[in-house]
């Protein structure tokens, strides 16, 4: 795999500090929209009718968002695997996008909306995630671009920040991952992976009319 040195990063101190710090406010921010929607979800009652088709569209479409989501950010984790900002790696997802672990987070939490039944949900999770990683993103590239100069300046000037470009693929020769990294993105993609069964839950407790229906749901 192809990548420039592996120094740890340690431009801009007080800087990077301070950007790495802000990573809680970001989960804060996501966690508390999430409450939010899933509050309005238990109170909310379906726009479509009982015969309606829709419904199980949507969560069939949240739960492959859902999936394809989870196995890219494993698929990134296998190049990036515990070297991020300290290696600059650029094959791979690389290849397409420069932050493709964010580029699946933002599809996942867009299926999260869908997988609960809900257009609205879709939209919001996936406005906010992607708001908050594109800004992230953008911060984390000044770091980036003091450490690794004119290497990142080309790579950057090639590869969008966010939305991939697939004409740009290329694969690694010898990709390599540490298998503790990788342990750790499975965990954390089970997050993910836990709306489906509670979406299934919610769906049979407002069927049972365990929940009340006070807000029509798109």
């Keep these: 795999m192809r990548v420039a040195d592996e120094?740890?990063?340690?431009?801009?101190g007080a800087r990077a500090r301070r950007?790495?710090?802000d990573q809680h406010a970001r989960i804060a921010v996501l966690g508390t929209c999430v409450?939010?929607?899933a509050a309005v979800l238990l109170v909310s009652r379906s726009v479509w009718t009982p015969e309606s088709a829709v419904p199980s569209l949507l969560r069939a479409g949240g739960q492959c968002l859902i999936l394809t989501g989870v196995l890219g950010r494993l698929w990134s984790t296998l190049y990036i695997g515990g070297r991020k900002n300290a290696a600059l790696v650029i094959e791979g997802p690389y290849s397409v996008t420069r932050n493709p672990l964010y580029l699946f987070s933002i599809i996942c939490a867009a299926g999260a909306g869908?997988?609960?039944g809900s257009l609205v949900a879709a939209l919001v999770l996936g406005s906010v995630t992607c708001f908050q990683l594109r800004r992230t993103a953008r911060r984390e590239q000044h770091l980036l671009a003091s450490?690794?100069?004119t290497a990142y300046a080309a790579y950057a000037r090639r590869v969008p920040l966010l939305w991939p470009r697939l004409a740009l693929y290329r694969e690694a020769e010898?990709?390599?991952f540490h298998p503790r990294v990788l342990t750790r993105a499975l965990r954390d993609s089970l997050l993910f992976l836990l709306v489906l069964p509670i979406a299934e839950i919610i769906d049979y407790a407002r069927a049972a009319g365990w929940l009340p229906r006070l807000l029509p749901l798109l």
């Design 19 to 21: 950007i790495y710090l």
């Design 114 to 116: 869908l997988a609960l």
């Design 174 to 176: 010898a990709p390599r």
């Design 147 to 149: 450490h690794f100069g």
């Design 35 to 37: 409450g939010v929607v």
């Design 7 to 12: 120094q740890p990063l340690a431009v801009g």
